[in-house]
């Protein structure tokens, strides 16, 4: 079992090798794609936790722009605004992006904490870095813009998805086949999202 697990990563890292790709990780968003569509040709998408930029050549691919934004410097790529910033500063972030270029068509976050080994603390993390993401989509996200979040699963998760629900038409987890078999990371996918700031 080991094995094939061992297999499938293998077949993932050396595919984005010969491919080209800066991560194993583009096959993540390009499966998400493939099943939700939420970049659309000419969108301008933030991807929020987006080093080495995987994700950033997907969306370059889909003939997207897009904003990152990461702790971590970024190589340049055409069509990327990057910001190197903490995306728990949420106000900062929303701010640089609104300057930048206003409002956005979509945002995803692949973001990760340094790992601890200990479950719940790794979980409670991804899901305060889970809870910026949702902070800086509502503030930068045109209304019918699209949310993808990466979370560890645990049991803060389906109270996040509530509240991500609150804020969109349209939401549901799904489990790439490109993540790792023994991560217990999932994304959670919105469409539609609801401008609800006059209510
Ligand atoms: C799994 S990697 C992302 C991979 C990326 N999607 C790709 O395709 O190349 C997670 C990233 O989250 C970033 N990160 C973690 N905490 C962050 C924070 N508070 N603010 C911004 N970025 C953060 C890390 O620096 C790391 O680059």
Do not use: C
């Amino acid at each position: 079992m080991i094995d094939i697990v061992k297999k499938r990563q293998d077949f993932y890292y050396r595919k984005a090798k010969s491919e080209g790709y800066r991560s194993r990780a583009s096959y993540k968003l390009l499966q998400i794609q493939e099943r939700y569509r939420i970049v659309q040709k000419g969108d301008i998408v933030v991807d929020l936790g987006a080093a080495p930029g995987g994700w950033l050549q997907v969306i370059r691919q889909l003939n997207a722009t897009a904003i990152a934004v990461d702790l971590q410097q970024i190589a340049p790529l055409e069509g990327v605004t990057s910001i190197r910033a903490d995306m728990t500063a949420t106000d900062v972030v929303v701010e640089r992006i609104q300057e930048i270029v206003g409002q956005v068509n979509v945002v995803v976050s692949d973001a990760a904490p340094n790992l601890s080994g200990v479950w719940s603390l790794d979980h409670a993390r991804s899901i305060d870095l889970a809870s910026s993401a949702l902070k800086i989509a509502s503030g930068v996200l045109k209304t019918g813009g699209n949310f993808v979040v990466k979370v560890f699963q645990g049991d803060l998760f389906d109270a996040f998805t509530r509240e991500v629900s609150t804020h969109f038409g349209f939401v549901k987890s799904y489990n790439p086949q490109a993540s790792r078999k023994q991560s217990a990371e999932i994304y959670i996918v919105a469409k539609r999202y609801l401008d609800t700031s006059g209510t």
